[in-house]
Structures are given as structure tokens and as C-alpha cells.
């Protein structure tokens, strides 16, 4: 399809709802809504911000045990995740509907029924007329993150074509590997989202490098959370007390396809980040360096990826 030259995005960074996916919902209608009455065209919430990434807790683990208040609290977890489909992404198609806007937002999902003990860090898309339009589910929880989130498979990478870009993208460290961000080059995607629970500076010197290297927009978007939204009520608080009162500063940002900076980072309050986007730059940019073009070496390094979904038991019918 014919890009348009421009568009107009925005990055939104709220306070976080842990434990409270109605609150998070709620947020996310408002300020979808406040986006688009500036003009956006696709907005972007951050990494598991409906269902909440847990900061400073640890469930109850130690190498070699489990307590009984830690599985409690997990049960209440994974009582906060949402199914996809449900209520919850009812409201949010809603919402992009609403907006005229493609809607991008990371949650926690609970899987489906024959997987109902297993929670993915999930990253949903959702086009303007309200329909679920692509899901991924982070292929590589990070550290602590593998005790509590299952792995996603290669049938959930998506770059989704829109009227004026190709977008997609990966959660938070999953840009650390390089073969998932070529699988993103080689899909063509023009405008990057890389929602993140990750504050540090170095962070930002991630996503001006895959703007560099992928000659595409990178999109960061991260939460604003401290300990006081935490539910007062949550067994192993006690977990956090070594822990800063501020728990994500937050820091999203947009680069451009030379690594300039188009907007942000945002740090130590909420609040959304919109900005003009010449996608004219994208060619430009590749003018001296094409990742999966003319700088790749097809006939040295080559990229198999894997989109079949995996499943661990493969029911069959008896016949053949």
C-alpha cells in the first residue's frame, strides 16, 4: 500500500495500576482519547501496563523454595492478567475505535485454557476500526521476570501495514538480540515500538542504535511507578522495603532513523510525549546503510526464523 509522507504519534507514560487492570484500562481510554484530540494516528503504552510489571517483588523465591504467602500473591497476579480476547481488549478496541487510531499496549496476558497456569508479557495491536490486529508475546522474560511470565513463539511477531508505516517492534530486553531485531527488519518495519520497564541511561543508547542499525523510527515507552500505587493489602510488600520510593522513573523517548532525538526521554512524572513524523526520513536514512538491503550479505549470513506455533502436545485425530 502507498505511505502517506507524515504522521503523527504518541508515546504515553502513566502512572503504573499493579494489580488494578481496571484502573490501567480506565487510564488508558482517557488518555487514548487526549492523543488523538492532538492529532495522533498510533499510541503507544508501555510494557505490561495493563496487569502491572511487579517491581521489587520476588514472590516469595529463593533457589530451592516457595512460601505459602508468595503462591498467594501470584495467585492474585495472575488474577490481575487479562485473556486475549476479553472484556478488557473489548474496551481498549473500543477505545482505538474511538480515537480513529492504531493503539499499541503491553499487558499481561493469561493464557488460554489449556494453558491457564502460564502468564505472557504480551504486546497487543489494535487497529482503528477496533479490531485486535496483531499480538506478540516476548519471546525471553528477563532474569527474575522467567519466574512469573512463560516464553512466546515465533508465530507472534507481526509488523502490522498501516495507512502510513510498517510497525512492530519487541518488549524491553528483547531488543538485547540481534536476530529478533533483523526478524523486525526483514519484515520491513519503518516505525519501531519498544515499550520497556527498563529507566536506565543506557537504555536510551539502545534505542538510538536500533534506530540506527534498522534506518527506522524507534518508539520507547516506559511507566512512571512508585511504591505508594501498590495496593496497601499485598502479602510480601515487605519484599520492597530496600527499595527506592520511586520505582520507575520511566524515560520514554523517540529517536529517528539517524539516531537523532525526536522527542523525550520523559523522566519522574507521567505524561505523553506526541510528535511529527517524516517518513521520508527512513528512505533517506538508508541511503548509506540498508540492514536487509544492499549492506546485507545474504551469500555469507542468512536468518531462518521459525513462525510455526509450538505446542507442548500435539493432539491428533488417530487417522494416518
Not at 40 to 45: I, T
Not at 91 to 103: E, I, K, T
Not at 108 to 124: D, H, K, Q, V, Y
Amino acid at each position: 500500500m502507498p505511505h502517506r509522507p507524515r504522521v503523527r504519534v504518541a508515546a504515553v507514560q502513566p502512572r503504573g495500576y499493579p494489580f488494578d487492570p481496571a484502573a490501567a484500562v480506565d487510564h488508558l481510554c482517557t488518555a487514548t482519547a487526549e492523543a488523538a484530540q492532538q492529532g495522533a494516528e498510533l499510541v503507544l503504552f508501555p510494557e505490561a501496563f495493563v496487569g502491572g510489571y511487579p517491581w521489587g517483588l520476588a514472590f516469595g523465591t529463593a533457589v530451592g523454595g516457595r512460601t505459602p504467602a508468595g503462591r498467594r500473591t501470584f495467585g492474585r497476579y495472575h488474577d490481575a492478567a487479562i485473556p486475549v480476547p476479553g472484556p478488557e481488549t473489548e474496551r481498549m478496541g473500543r477505545a482505538a475505535a474511538a480515537a480513529n487510531a492504531y493503539l499499541a499496549v503491553g499487558v499481561i496476558e493469561r493464557g488460554a485454557s489449556r494453558a491457564r497456569g502460564t502468564l505472557f508479557c504480551t504486546l497487543l495491536y489494535f487497529a482503528p476500526d477496533g479490531t485486535l490486529a496483531g499480538l506478540h508475546r516476548k519471546l525471553k522474560p528477563t532474569a527474575a521476570e522467567r519466574l512469573i511470565w512463560g516464553e512466546g513463539d515465533g508465530s507472534t511477531l507481526p509488523v502490522i501495514e498501516t495507512p502510513f508505516a510498517r510497525v512492530g517492534g519487541l518488549i524491553c530486553w528483547e531488543n538485547y538480540m540481534p536476530l529478533a531485531r533483523m526478524a523486525m527488519y526483514g519484515k520491513g518495519v519503518e516505525i519501531y515500538l519498544a515499550p520497556t520497564a527498563d529507566e536506565r541511561g543506557q537504555w536510551q543508547a539502545t534505542l538510538r542504535h536500533i534506530a540506527l542499525e534498522g534506518r527506522c523510527f524507534v518508539i520507547g515507552c516506559n511507566q512512571f511507578v512508585a511504591k505508594e500505587h501498590y495496593p496497601a493489602d499485598i502479602e510480601i510488600l515487605g519484599e520492597m522495603e530496600d527499595w527506592p520510593d520511586v520505582l520507575c522513573r520511566g524515560g520514554t523517548s523517540m529517536y529517528g532513523p539517524l539516531g537523532e532525538t525526536v522527542a523525550g526521554p520523559l523522566l519522574d512524572v507521567q505524561g505523553m510525549l506526541v510528535a511529527d513524523l517524516d517518513l521520508g526520513d527512513i528512505a533517506r536514512g538508508k541511503f548509506d546503510f540498508d540492514v536487509t538491503g544492499h549492506y546485507a550479505r545474504p551469500d555469507i549470513f542468512r536468518l531462518s526464523v521459525n513462525e510455526k506455533p509450538q505446542t507442548a502436545v500435539a493432539v491428533s485425530d488417530g487417522e494416518g
